[in-house]
């Protein structure tokens, strides 16, 4: 069994309820860094009616914290015994510019997510930590010859993927002729256009990129507000993915598809992913719910 089928049957087999585990029991299997970074609130944006986008800036060295693309952090807040595990929205590249990282959370009873909408300023501190293993490696990417990048995404599922798409469009503005991803499809799923999140900045990355990228929105509830053929009032079902599979041609073996969602949307992606002819060993997913 290769390493990347068992990692997905470790995120399979540890998170079954959201409900009846915590965040470091379903993901104690995976790696992370040893050590905690304090860090502290420096913007708070309300990006939708239930998601707040908060920046933060490491008050120790930036040398003892790094990151891939769609890796979480273990976050540890005052006075709040449950440890938080949130995905990073932003890039190792932005980063490294601005010495600030970000983080999109959606409002819940689950106390840290509770604080963090009810409670938390700009100024306060709180500590975090790197883990995961859901990621963009575009050094490993590049040597396995990866040219095709599907992103499913599924409500918030998003925030893992906005940082391992904005990443890439870096690296090809960085230097065009060393990039390698030739094309990138987007399929992102919620239930109306209000819950779109960060809908503007990945449409920015879309008019950057015209001839790479490729985004679809699929709105699962009615919507008057947003007719337009642009959406589809559907999910993302086996059509879709049959003839998404089929545009890619050729190009099965240089392609790598990423999901990240409500684990029976998952689920379902999979197998259709699989009926369609795509190899398990080119689909990469993390369950969080």
Known sequence: MSQEKQQRDIVSDNIQS???TTHLERTNNLKR????IPTK???ITQETPTVKTFKFNPTSSSSEFSFLPGQWLDVFIPNVSIVGGFSLTSTPQSYKETNTFELAIKYSNHPPAKWFHEQANIGDEISV???????WDSL???QEQTEHVIFIAGGVGINPLISMLESICQDKLLDKKKSFIEKIRLFYSVRTFSELLFYKRIEGLNKQFPEMLECSYFLTRDDPLHKSEFYYKQRIDKKIINDVI????DY???LKCFICGPSSMEDDIIKFLNESGVDEERILFEKWW
């Not at 089929?246 to 041609?249: P, S, T």
């Open 18 to 20: 959201t409900n009846k």
């Open 129 to 135: 930590r790197v883990g995961g293993e859901f990621v």
């Open 41 to 43: 609130i420096i913007e």
């Open 140 to 142: 490993k990417e590049k």
């Open 252 to 254: 099965l073996e240089k």
């Open 33 to 36: 860094q040893k050590s905690r």
């Open 246 to 249: 089929e545009k890619e041609g």
